[in-house]
C-alpha cells in the first residue's frame, strides 16, 4: 500500500449533510509521484457521484507539505 484517502461526513448535522472530509495519508516513497493527486482526484469523482458538493481536508497546521498540497488541488 502506498496510500490512502477516505471520506467521512464532516458534521452530524443536516446542514453539513453536502459537505465531506477526506483525509489522506502516503507513504514516503510515494510523496510526489502522482499518487496523491490521483486519489484526491478519485475521491472528488466519489463524492459528485453521492451528490456531495464539498470536501474538507483536515491536515495538522504544522504539515506544510499537506497544506501546500491541497493549495495546490484549490483547497
Known amino acids: 500500500?502506498?496510500?490512502?484517502?477516505?471520506?467521512?461526513?464532516?458534521?452530524?448535522f443536516?446542514?453539513?449533510?453536502?459537505?465531506?472530509?477526506?483525509?489522506?495519508?502516503?507513504?514516503?516513497?510515494?510523496r510526489n509521484q502522482g499518487v496523491g493527486t490521483a486519489l484526491v482526484g478519485a475521491a472528488v469523482e466519489r463524492a459528485r457521484a453521492l451528490g456531495r458538493r464539498c470536501l474538507v481536508a483536515?491536515?495538522?497546521?504544522?504539515?506544510?507539505?499537506?497544506?501546500r498540497f491541497h493549495e495546490r488541488l484549490g483547497y
Request: charged share 15%; hydrophobic share 40%; aromatic share 10%.
Open 58 to 67: 483536515g491536515t495538522d497546521a504544522e504539515n506544510l507539505g499537506s497544506i
Open 14 to 30: 443536516p446542514g453539513y449533510w453536502p459537505t465531506l472530509e477526506q483525509s489522506l495519508h502516503l507513504a514516503p516513497a510515494a
Open 1 to 12: 500500500v502506498v496510500g490512502y484517502l477516505s471520506l467521512s461526513d464532516f458534521r452530524p
